[in-house]
């Protein structure tokens, strides 16, 4: 069967903002924020609060924050590394964090510094300061479905840093096929895996990229196996600059215009969205890669 509701975790502003070579001036990432929230999204991953070097995309974080209006409750995650990083977080009011773990070494190192092993006990601290604050924590986990380095990265590896993960008390943890590599049979038995180890379908959440078109596929085995909140990016912006070969995420038009054929509610204006994404792209200077903003919003 299919689920009566999904829960959209839109990552447009911070996964598809973080690898644009353009780079974006802070009223714009804060239009787009309100454009997407006007389009009746509702969870919206904003901004990072990690190395400014490693991610100069973000560097404005703060500014982003003071300049975005209040979300009425609306959930504004932002991802947090460390704790220099909670400490911006923090003071700038956020409620709601993600740590971001590897499921392999290479990955762990390329985008963390920090073996697998460190990296988890970087995120130690985090997790347990951020939930005395009463933040809601959630955990990434990457290259679920293989690595550009390592290859195939079998499934025990990834349930084994995914326990690990929320075993330090995170509320949600996010399978990200960090370079769209995976396909359903495989995602399937990803999803079992993690039920099997006791992380259920009500804590787990799916994020796509789209390098080899799978995304919606893959997106349909999991919400199939019981998982309801998937993660996407408006117009299909994204990627991750310590991935090689990682481009956009899954669409969330793509994924809207799937769940309305489906019958399954999201509360989102798709016309609104998609003329949100096309605009965005004219600030980009490059077109969208979703076929259903170029269906219903051309430029
Ligand atoms: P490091 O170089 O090992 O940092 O980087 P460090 O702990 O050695 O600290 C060095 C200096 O950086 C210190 O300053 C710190 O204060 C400062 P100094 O004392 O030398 O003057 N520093 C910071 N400054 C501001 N904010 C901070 C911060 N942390 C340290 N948070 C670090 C380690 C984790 C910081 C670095 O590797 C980093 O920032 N990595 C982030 C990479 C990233 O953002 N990647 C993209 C997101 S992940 C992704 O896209 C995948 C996902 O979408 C899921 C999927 O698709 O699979 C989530
Ligand atoms: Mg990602």
Known sequence: GLP????????????????????????????????LAGAGLRTIETTSFVHPKWVPQLADA?????????????????????????????ANGVTEIAIFGSATETFARRNLNRTVDESIAMFEPVVARARAEGLWVRAY???????????????????SVSSRLMDLGCSQLSLGDTIGVGTP??????????????????????????????????????LRAGVTTVDASAGGLGGCPYAESATG???????????????????????????TSQWMAGRLGRPSPSRVVQALAPP
């Open 185 to 222: 049979g495989q995602v399937t038995a990803l999803i079992e895996a993690h039920v099997a180890a006791g992380i259920g379908t009500d804590r787990l959440a799916v994020h796509f990229h789209d390098t080899y078109g799978q995304a919606l596929a893959n997106t349909l085995a999991a």
């Open 4 to 35: 009566e509701r999904v829960t959209i975790y839109e990552v447009g502003p911070r996964d598809g903002l973080q690898n644009e070579k353009a780079v974006v001036p802070v009223e714009v990432k804060a239009e787009f924020v309100a454009r």
């Open 249 to 275: 995420n899954l669409a969330t038009e793509d994924l809207v215009w799937m769940l309305n054929g489906l019958g399954i509610d999201t509360g989102v204006d798709l016309a609104k969205l998609a003329a």
């Open 141 to 159: 986990v990457s290259m679920v479905c293989g690595d550009p380095w390592e290859g195939d990265v079998p499934i025990e590896q990834v349930v």
């Open 62 to 90: 703060e500014d982003l924050l003071a300049a975005l209006p209040p979300s009425g409750g609306a959930p504004r995650p932002v991802l947090v590394p460390n704790e220099r990083g909670l400490d911006r977080a923090l």
